[in-house]
């Protein structure tokens, strides 16, 4: 049973959610926290590190885009005891003062490791592009992924390849960086950010 189901209309942003929560899923929810409830898959232990919830900052900048932005984001690395883990990103567009804007990117996915450690990861973006990923750990928290495949709808912007680098820094934040072919341009930075851990 729904426990709040506010007028889907109306967006709200606090403690009321215009996304319900139902009790009575049959299955259990997603874990975001190691060592309590379910259990990690052992084929997703090169992945452990980043189980959880991340928010903070970053920095949007390539040609096409007129200049540099600031954004927030939020990124979900959870798991249900299967050999991969679910993936979500969100992200709001801010101001030179900090203050949000409006939503921004969206990108859902799964990230699964094989026998040999090797990732593969699946992602979708809600501006029409689906991406497959591959790579490997470069450390014990630092992970590389290059494109193999881009797919793209009719009116999604020009893509023609993407890498990534995500890691553990020091003080235990989540720090990232992405490459993007966009536009007929060749790769260049497009996205840096520094994530901290708000769960798990």
């Known amino acids: 049973m729904s426990q709040t189901s506010p007028d889907a209309d109306t967006p709200q942003v606090g403690a009321k959610a215009t996304l319900p929560w139902f009790a009575d899923l049959p299955i259990a929810q997603d874990a975001v926290k ?17 189980v959880g919830v991340w928010r903070g900052e970053g920095l ?26 679910v993936y979500e990103a969100r ?13 921004a990117a969206r990108e ?20 029409g592009i689906c ?27 020009e893509t023609t390849a993407a890498a990534r680098l995500y890691g553990i ?10 490459e993007r072919a966009l536009r007929g341009l060749p790769m260049q930075p497009h996205l840096s950010a520094q994530l901290t851990r708000i769960a798990g």
């Open 108 to 127: 859902v996915g799964w990230w699964r490791v094989d026998e040999d450690e090797t990732i593969e990861v699946v992602l979708a973006h809600m501006f």
């Open 169 to 178: 820094v020091e003080n235990g934040d989540l720090a990232y960086a992405e």
């Open 34 to 50: 190691l060592g309590e409830g379910i259990e990690l898959h052992p084929q997703c232990e090169p992945l452990a590190p980043l």
């Open 91 to 103: 992200a709001w567009l801010l101001n030179h003062s900090g203050e949000v804007l409006r939503p």
């Open 60 to 85: 949007a900048q390539y040609p096409s885009l007129l200049g540099e932005f600031r954004y927030g984001q939020q990124i979900t690395f959870a798991h249900d005891g299967r050999p991969f883990l």
């Open 131 to 157: 991406e497959i990923y591959y790579g490997g750990r470069t450390g014990e928290r630092a992970w590389e992924l290059e494109s193999d495949t881009i797919a793209r709808t009719d009116t999604a912007r």
